[in-house]
Nanobody, 114 residues
Framework: VQLQASGGGLVQPGGSLRLSCATS????????MRWHRQAPGKQRELVAT???????NYSDSVKGRFTISRDNSRNTMYLQMNSLKPEDTAVYLC?????????WGQGTQVTVSS
């Protein structure tokens, strides 16, 4: 099972980014997927989840600004991030649970700064 996150970068406050998480080794459409983030010196935080049926949940800190989605034909999950704030700066990681284990992508850095 492999997860490959991409799309991070440097953006000004108020800007947007779209992260992608490409997967292999699982029947993607059957599994819930998640985005987490970890800022320096802080605990890893669950940002958003999407179930196999497409139901979505968000942390209060990103609700209304971030949108999680998935494209089962491409085995890929996305995180559209709008109205970015400096406090959104973190490494963003995608994850899924498969056969009792949690698999993580390598993370992609998002930096929000002027």
């Amino acid at each position: 099972v492999q997860l490959q996150a991409s799309g991070g970068g440097l953006v000004q406050p108020g800007g947007s980014l779209r992260l992608s998480c490409a997967t292999s080794g699982i029947v993607f459409r059957l599994y819930a997927m998640r985005w987490h983030r970890q800022a320096p010196g802080k605990q890893r935080e669950l940002v958003a989840t999407i179930t196999s049926s497409g139901s979505k949940n968000y942390s209060d800190s990103v609700k209304g600004r971030f949108t999680i989605s998935r494209d089962n034909s491409r085995n890929t999950m996305y995180l559209q991030m709008n109205s970015l704030k400096p406090e959104d700066t973190a490494v963003y990681l995608c994850a899924t649970n498969y056969r009792g284990r949690t698999y993580w992508g390598q993370g992609t850095q998002v930096t929000v700064s002027s």
